[in-house]
């Protein structure tokens, strides 16, 4: 019998996200899944599970809760160094907007990343990536943007594929040369943009599935933005975007504007923008460790989620303003901090980061879809948010096989 093959029995509450179920989670109770060829090929009551399935190697989950693999939808997995020391500025005053200005921020991981080797990069990488499978990753997507030259941003979209190569989980790149304006285009922003659109983005685009700006104040302008993300359209790569974390930046509805699959961050968002973000079906990809760690206010997710947006959440793991790994723990924070329901938060960590990446067959349990799996701890989804603190992933199944 194939390895990724498998049943699942005796689990206490599983978990689809199937929109025809009875909730927005589509619970079910004492439920069964069985995984064929890597796919979910059924999930339903224990009771009512179909002969066909009745052999295949059987897991018992002794009551505890399934979920769809995790979808970390926003991250910056790519770098080397770190920013403690920013960290201990900003608890002592000093504001992010201050620490870039004065060189900081996005530019010193750059300094230390164009430094590092490929080699000392993977080295750091794939622990992440690990611990974030550990806990119930299965798919993740990963920017570059630490370069913000050719060869260096090569470099890092070269790593994020080694990593795809070397773990289970699905690793989705993203190409986010226009991250900041490097050390060496200070003042000329517009210079640096003609460059990674003539330069930058007919070497990376091949390696990429996605183009992302940073359109923010102090950062890059809706016109630069847009500049970008049409180039990067001609080479095949859809639009995502950072807009509005620092300010009502215009970025939001750029985004809306160009039809990007995501607009991520969106601390700043204005009614207008949340309307035009539910008419072109663009989804909002939420960051609330970024909040937590900047001590800033969440972003409006429940406005977002009652105005008909699709929400997802993400961990944003990067060094400098959330350097948090696990998507369970988000979660816990979406709740406590952001003020979403568990149901909402649990279907925006798995079937809402799918749809921010486009990936149609995951963050759900329902028959063709990838059998990507998490076992909890816990007997309910509830305890995510409840005991924040515990560890909640007990084993991990990756396209039918166990992995963690």
Not at 257 to 281: K, P
Request: charged share 20%; aromatic share 4%.
């Amino acid at each position: 019998m194939p390895d990724d093959n498998l049943l699942l029995v005796n689990i206490g509450q599983l978990v689809t996200n199937d929109p025809a179920g009875d909730d927005l989670l589509g619970v079910i109770d004492d439920a069964a899944v069985a995984v064929a060829d890597g796919h979910i090929a059924w999930a339903g009551p224990g009771s009512d599970l179909p002969d066909e399935w009745a052999e295949l190697s059987r897991i018992d989950c002794r009551g505890c809760a399934v979920l769809p693999g995790f979808v970390d939808s926003h991250t910056h997995l790519a770098f080397a160094g770190d920013r403690a020391d920013e960290f201990g500025r900003r608890l002592r005053g000093e504001t992010y907007e201050e620490i870039m200005a004065a060189g900081g921020g996005i530019r010193s991981t750059v300094a230390a990343t164009r430094a590092a080797s490929t080699s000392d990069l993977l080295g750091h990488m794939v622990p992440r990536a690990r611990r974030m499978l550990r806990a119930g990753t299965t798919t993740v997507e990963v920017k570059s943007g630490y370069g913000l030259e050719t060869s260096t941003e090569l470099r890092l979209l070269g790593a994020i594929a080694a990593v795809d190569d070397t773990l289970a989980i699905d690793v989705v790149p993203t190409f986010l040369g226009a991250h900041a304006v490097p050390p060496e285009f200070s003042g000329d922003a517009d210079g640096y943009i003609e460059q990674v659109i003539t330069e930058m983005l007919p070497a990376c685009a091949p390696h990429a599935a996605f183009c992302d700006v940073f359109c923010d104040d102090g950062v890059f302008t809706v016109d630069q933005a847009r500049a970008v993300l049409r180039s990067g359209l001609e080479y095949g790569l859809k639009p995502r975007l950072h807009a509005n974390q620092l300010a009502p930046s215009g970025g939001a509805g750029l985004a809306a504007e160009v039809g990007a699959l995501s607009a991520d961050h969106l601390d700043h968002v204005t009614d207008d923008e949340i309307e035009a973000l539910s008419l072109a079906g663009t989804v909002a990809v939420l960051l609330p460790g970024v909040s937590l760690s900047l001590q800033l206010p969440q972003a409006r997710g429940n406005d977002l989620w009652d105005a008909g947006v699709t929400v997802a959440l993400a961990t944003d793991c990067n060094p400098g303003t959330s350097n948090i790994e696990t998507m369970p723990f988000v979660v816990a924070l979406a709740c406590l901090e952001m003020g979403l329901s568990p149901e909402r938060a649990v279907w925006s960590a798995t079937r809402g980061g799918a749809l921010a990446l486009g990936l149609h067959d995951r963050g759900h349990v329902v028959p063709g879809a990838l059998g990507d799996l998490v076992l909890l701890t816990h007997p309910t989804y509830l305890h995510l948010a409840y005991r924040p603190d515990a560890p909640a992933a007990q084993a991990v199944v990756k396209r039918g096989e166990f992995v963690s």
